[in-house]
């Protein structure tokens, strides 16, 4: 399958700080990036979609001046947690795919907010 | 409302056994029904995948039995190994642009144990 790579892997920060997470498509142009968010032992919840070009699409109850979303190029997108909190420690996974065709997973990045 | 649910939350079966879990959906606009395997601290990875428009599909030892009349679907395990043990969900999306999938909305998981 196609390789999706995230960076970093784990990421520690002080509350109040902004971290960003990136996720590149590393064999395919990405036409689409998906954003997860996943709590421990819990589901994958999907955050948002973004169309390399466009403005992201969040889903309900997602704060888009929270979690900023950028996908500029058609292997980058980038996840950007403004001013983290504890509450918004969590595990973060993005996965991308081309046109019309299905979409694989990066690694993930645990967050952690102290 | 959760739109897709999967049971059991938690399976344990002998080494060789057969593992079945089950996903019900509630939305029948999705066209797309995927498992994905997770191993902590890691991302899901494809299993294997079906479109409405078949009733079973078989990978290797995965096999999806699809039963749109009753919106269910579900992941048979066939001689389940001990490196089989991981999370398991099952997922479903909306049609996408160009024919691809469009956002994944996941089952809460099951996690399933094989024993030596």
């Known amino acids: 399958g196609a390789v999706v790579s995230q960076h970093p892997s784990r990421v520690i920060c002080k509350s109040g700080t902004s971290v960003k997470i990136e996720c590149r498509s590393l064999?395919?142009?990405?036409?689409?990036m998906f954003w997860y968010r996943q709590f421990p032992k819990k589901s994958l919840m999907l955050m948002a979609t973004?169309?390399?070009?466009?403005?992201?699409?969040?889903e309900q109850g997602v704060e888009k001046d929270k979690f900023l979303i950028n996908h500029a190029s058609l292997t980058l997108s980038t996840l950007t947690v403004t001013s983290a909190h504890p509450e918004d420690s969590s595990f973060y996974i993005c996965?991308?795919?081309?046109?019309?065709?299905?979409?694989?997973f990066g690694q993930g990045t645990r967050l952690t907010v102290v | 409302q959760q739109q897709v649910k999967q049971s059991p939350q938690s399976l344990i079966v002998q080494k060789g056994g057969i593992s079945i879990i089950n996903c019900a959906y509630e939305?029948?606009?999705?066209?797309?029904f995927p498992w994905y395997q997770q191993f902590p601290g890691k991302g899901p990875a494809l299993l294997i995948a079906?479109?409405?428009?078949?009733s079973e599909k078989k990978e290797g030892r995965f096999t999806i039995s699809f039963n749109k009349s009753a919106k269910q679907f579900s992941l048979h395990i066939m001689d389940s190994q001990p490196g089989d043990s991981a999370t398991y969900f099952c997922?479903?999306?909306?049609?996408?642009?160009?024919?691809?999938?469009?956002?994944?909305?996941f089952g809460k998981g099951t996690h399933l144990i094989i024993q030596p």
């Open positions: 996965s991308a795919r081309e046109s019309g065709a299905e979409a694989f």
């Open positions: 064999d395919f142009q990405a036409t689409t």
């Open positions: 973004s169309n390399e070009g466009s403005k992201a699409t969040y």
């Open positions: 939305n029948t606009a999705f066209d797309y």
């Open positions: 079906i479109r409405p428009d078949v």
């Open positions: 997922a479903a999306s909306l049609p996408g642009e160009g024919g691809g999938a469009d956002g994944l909305t």
